[in-house]
DNA sequence: CTTAATATGTACAGATCGGTAAACTTTATT
DNA sequence: AATAAAGTTTACCGATCTGTACATATTAAG
């Protein structure tokens, strides 16, 4: 077995917990879903919860290079970076299976802030948060700090928006949003 | 039993539904928890969808009778109780039991579009919009729908980041957003 | 071919899940 | 006091939950 059986239960095990939630995901239907026996699946992680961190790990890593990849190829400089994650942010709301934010799930389900599923949730959304600021301090913010949390801010409240009226229109709004703070952050005068 | 203990039993369940999640808590840890007899809550709701239903029922009415009163206490225009709506946030997010918003959680559980917890807290959602949008429009802003969705993005992306960073600090950048965003849409001139 | 690692199916344990049945107690009204 | 509504306790059902035991098959390397 030398084809990593183990990634292909934590990717099969991701699509999963994505689409049906965690508490909902029993092993049995993840035997069945990812044809990999449930004595496999305790080999590989001592608990259901070590199987959701490691599916929360892949899909940590699987998101940021898509995002980042998609954002570098729509733009090169900061300031057009900044603007370009909401056009990344639309294209993914497009996405037939998609089901919002993977890691605010995380933590509707894992409330407490010491959980380690909440923790890790945490820790995705804090990287984003730093990628973001370095973006608004190299396109010369006056409080890349503040412009950074509120793209982030903008960005998370379109996910929110998307799955909540079922629609792909709040990656526009957010988008025109962002561009007034992005200008109003470098000094432009607003229309 | 004439003071309403159908009403209490909603009260104590949203509040453990709050707390701990949905799927997270059962039917006889709501016994323990509200002290109503597994047997009367099943002659009072007809399956647990049906308490949780009941339960978001009152947090809308609820959530609204604060939010509204205490924007209106704060300021008297609507362009101020456009921006007051964060003030109340950033008092929400302080309080000892915050836990985020409910319905976003709601929709994390269960996350089929056509599911009646799903449609019940879209439509929270929707209320919100509304309200927003009518402020927008109140105080002349060009495009009051596009302004009062990026309100709610605002307010939306608040919360989650509050959740996740464990901190209030988000309802400050989103106020401040906000104001960018309102001077913009009302035609003044940004500083 | 042998060995050791890694997979498998089946069966099960003990707890908990949502929900029900039946007999009993409390309460308010007449 | 009699009655009916509403609440309670206790016990239970079948299903599902996380997690384990055990015996067997497949695989790769020496």
Redesign the interface.
């Known amino acids: 077995m030398r084809p990593n059986k183990k990634d292909e239960l934590v990717s099969k095990a991701l699509e999963v917990f994505y ?3 965690f ?2 995901t029993g092993m049995d239907k993840l035997v069945v879903e990812t044809g990999v026996s449930k004595t496999s699946m305790y080999k590989h992680f001592r608990t259901k919860d070590d199987l959701i961190l490691a599916a929360l790990e892949l899909r940590d890593r699987n998101f940021r290079e898509w995002f980042l990849n998609r954002v570098a190829e729509m733009a090169d400089t900061p300031e057009g970076q900044l603007i370009a994650g909401f056009d990344a942010l639309a294209e993914w709301f497009e996405e037939d299976n998609y ?2 934010c993977m ?3 995380a ?3 894992f ?1 407490e ?1 010491d959980h380690p599923i909440h923790q890790q ?2 820790r995705h ?2 990287i984003l948060l730093e990628h973001l600021t370095g973006l608004a301090k190299a396109a010369g913010a006056k409080d890349p700090d ?1 412009l950074g ?2 793209m ?7 996910i ?2 998307s ?4 629609s792909g ?2 990656a526009r ?2 988008k ?2 962002a561009q ?2 992005l ?2 952050a470098l000094g432009h ?2 229309a």
């Not at 982030?152 to 379109?158: F, M, Q």
């Open positions: 689409r049906d939630g508490h909902a089901r919002g890691f605010i799930k933590c509707s389900e409330q802030a949730a945490a959304k804090q503040c949390s509120q982030l801010l903008l960005k998370e409240g379109a929110v928006s799955v909540l009226i079922n229109a709040p709004d957010a025109a949003a007034v703070l200008d109003q005068q607003a």
